[in-house]
């Protein structure tokens, strides 16, 4: 018997938010199957109000508004039956934070849950990893965002270590991140690597979702730390007009990504990692598989 039915994750970030509609497949004695339909990505750039004014401008708040509303229309269209709205480090960085998520709920129907680094770094590690990983393997798993990054140490197939640190790709471009900052994550990372011979990372987020594009390499192959390397200067070669208009970045990914690779390196160089796998997932995969596996509250459309 086949049973299909579909859910709903938002991802509202600090650089920009997104929409992943996913059908669950179920097939008696066979494993559930997650699909993934549509994605819709709107460069909202929240952690551009809030990592230096500290509140969001009320030119962003009609934009999340406006924003939500589309993305509850998508979802009655799409037949969604559960949802799940997730807000990350620049709503809950906020000031006026909960007050937008309260305008939101009012004007869309679309209920925001804040969560914290810790939460999201466990949603994250509940991604489909069986895939891209070998069970015998250690991995550091690096998700960056705008405002931060989540880290979890992957052993033998299992979470072991994670934790949330405040450097983030427009927190950077702001030069809103402490030294202190990263001396504590490059502490985190040699503390909770040295135990193992060798690691390997896993990078999720949009920009390494970019550059893995950009390599033209086959799913499941790596990139090499020499290969981030070389692109990073290649990149710094370029004005970020020139990122645009020559290397075809669109305007919101032309400043963040040179930021974002420098945490993916950071992370390489601390952890000994000479390659980087990219299996294409993220927060939102993570929030589809924690509706479906009931670990995390949804709500029924």
Known sequence: MLK???YGA????????????????????????????????????LGADVFISGSISDYNIQRIKDTMTAFYLLM???????????????????????????????????KIDVIDGEEEATI????DLHKFINPDKTYLY???????????IIHNSEKVESKSFRIGTVRLLNDSVKNETWRALENWIKSNTKSFDKIELIGSGGNI??????????????????????????????????RIT????NQDRADVIIPALRIYLS?????GAKDILVPKIGLSDGIIKSIYYESIKSIDL
């Open 76 to 110: 009655k269209s799409h037949g969604i039956a559960k949802y799940k709205a997730c807000a990350t480090s620049a709503m809950r960085e906020a000031s006026n934070g909960a007050e937008v998520c309260k305008l939101v709920e009012k004007e869309s129907n679309i």
């Open 142 to 152: 690096v998700d960056v965002g705008g405002g931060s990054t989540e880290f979890s």
């Open 267 to 271: 992370a390489m160089k601390w952890s």
């Open 4 to 6: 299909i039915e579909k």
């Open 10 to 45: 938002i991802d509202i970030g600090s650089n920009a938010v997104r929409l992943l509609v996913t059908s669950i497949i179920e097939q008696e004695d066979k494993p559930v199957i997650f699909k993934k339909n549509a994605l819709v990505r709107v460069p909202i750039r």
């Open 209 to 242: 979702n970019k550059i893995f594009k950009i390599s033209g390499k086959d799913i499941g192959k790596p990139l090499s730390y020499f290969y981030l390397t070389s692109y990073y200067n290649e990149l710094q070669n370029y004005s970020y007009e020139e």
């Open 124 to 127: 994250i590690a509940a991604t």
């Open 246 to 249: 020559e290397l075809n970045l």
